[in-house]
């Protein structure tokens, strides 16, 4: 992976393979098929992420929830590395003069980052018009970044002189290919118009990852600002992005119990309550290891040594992070019977 944002050559190279290979919302999606109400979205392990126990029906709209719940976080993340192009990014660029086939790049990764936002966006309103499902109330249960304490201190940040956002974006690449490796041994048993939008998603992400590294490394090799404030920043930057996102997921995480207010409403919410009593199998403690340790999707959120190409940078450049638990990473499994 290149890392060098002082190449100009290489960095024209991504730019004309980026195009080339690129993908548009309209086309690059069967949207017309809707999705299959008897399919998983994801595969679940034994456990079903903190729901043990759970019935066949049960696992299928659990599964689709967390479905839902992913594609909502990256559309929300994504929808926020948008928002924060100038202060994070073209601000940046001013303070940090490098070659314009970096900012030719960052331009085309923005775009990029939109137009995945508009489709997980656009999946999670498919999926509520398939199955009848009030989009309103379905947005009750999703998580939102718009707005929240995570938005506002990731541009306190930004606007300090800080780089906690390409900390964030770096992680979030990962993240996201790492829930398609999680899928793709599964894609007969999930539903088709959910595996291939995340099929599309890794392929502009694995051509577009090394950014927020490029990013991160012109920062690290420029000069600029007080020798304080750089230092500063580069000790807490990473650790910032951290504590942020972390709070974030696992408030909004905690909406699922406003099924139990939606119940009247459609069966897939009544389905979705009668999950909760199964949440109370686990211990304080119990719960606590699997959300950070190996509860699929939620942990390679939450723990960031799940996301070893970030860190690599992070030591690298002499960047602290928190000292969280060794990954266990659950073994998940399709459906007992697919239809």
Same mark, same amino acid.
């Given at each position: ?217 012109? =920062? ?77 999707? =939620? ?38 019977? =697919?239809?």
């Amino acid at each position: 992976m290149r890392v060098d944002p002082f190449d100009y050559l290489g960095l024209r190279e991504q730019i004309q393979w980026q195009r080339e290979k690129g993908w548009t919302l309209e086309g690059g999606l069967p949207w017309a098929d809707g999705v299959r109400e008897d399919r998983y979205c994801l595969p679940l392990d034994e456990d079903a992420v903190a729901f043990p126990g759970l019935s066949e029906e049960q696992r299928i709209v659990m599964s689709q929830f967390l479905g839902l719940v992913v594609n909502a976080t990256i559309a929300e993340m994504e929808g926020v590395i948008h928002k924060l192009k100038d202060v994070a990014w073209s601000q940046l660029l001013r303070r940090y003069p490098v070659n314009p086939e970096m900012r030719e790049l960052g331009e085309l990764f923005f775009d990029e980052e939109l137009k995945h936002a508009q489709m997980f966006g656009r999946y999670n309103q498919v999926f509520c018009q398939s199955l009848g499902i009030d989009p309103v109330a379905m947005g009750r249960l999703m998580p939102k970044a718009f707005g929240s304490l995570f938005q506002k201190a990731v541009i306190g940040n930004a606007k300090s002189g800080g780089h906690a956002f390409w900390w964030l974006v770096s992680s979030a690449e990962e993240v996201s290919i790492a829930i398609y490796q999680a899928l793709h041994g599964w894609r007969d048993a999930m539903d088709p118009l959910y595996f291939t939008a995340h099929q599309r998603h890794l392929e502009d992400e694995s051509r577009h990852r090394n950014y927020a590294v490029l990013m991160l490394e012109l =920062v690290s090799r420029s000069p600029g600002g007080s020798q304080v404030g750089r230092l500063w920043h580069r000790k807490t930057d990473l650790l910032f992005s951290q504590l942020f996102t972390t709070l974030w997921v696992v408030s909004e995480l905690s909406k699922v119990f406003e099924s139990r207010k939606l119940v009247g409403e459609h069966r897939f919410f009544k389905t979705l309550a009668s999950c909760l009593p199964h949440f109370r199998q686990l211990s304080p403690a119990r719960l606590a290891e699997k959300l950070f340790v190996s509860a699929p999707y =939620v942990s390679l959120v939450l723990n960031t040594k799940y996301h070893r190409h970030t860190i690599d940078i992070a030591h690298q450049q002499r960047t602290p992070s928190f000292p969280f638990p060794a990954p266990k990473p659950a073994i998940v499994r399709g459906p007992r019977r =697919v239809a």
